[in-house]
């Protein structure tokens, strides 16, 4: 079974940056490659929601709240996606999930909690 798990948040002051890593598990040879690949967020009260994508030929696409400030990439050689978050405000707290992206979901993993103080 594929597994993902996302790391790297914390508490940030406003203003700053992070990054986040997803490792993918239970996928043989090259498949992670075939996926596309994307990062969401989930706020307390709100709805999930996906932050950025990256396709299998690593074209990308970005909710317009983050697009200049955050940069999704992959390694496929590594089955790992990242999120580079600069410019964090407020409203990005959230914990932040990494699943698949334009295909049936994996099951979702812990996520990773990003905070950033204001």
């Known amino acids: 079974q594929v597994q993902v798990v996302e790391s790297g948040g914390g508490l940030v002051q406003a203003g700053g940056s992070l990054r986040l890593s997803c490792t993918a598990s239970g996928i043989t040879g090259s498949g992670f490659s075939f996926y596309h690949m994307g990062w969401y967020r989930q706020a307390p009260g709100k709805q999930r929601e996906l932050v950025a994508g990256?396709?299998?030929?690593?074209?990308?696409t970005y909710a317009e709240s983050v697009k200049g400030r955050f940069t999704i990439s992959r390694d496929n050689a590594k089955k790992q996606v990242y999120l580079q978050m600069n410019s964090l405000k407020p409203e990005d707290a959230a914990v932040y999930y990494c699943?698949?992206?334009?295909?049936?979901?994996?099951?979702w993993g812990q996520g990773t909690q990003v905070t950033v103080s204001s």
């Open positions: 990256i396709t299998r030929d690593s074209s990308t």
């Open positions: 699943n698949r992206f334009r295909d049936t979901p994996l099951s």
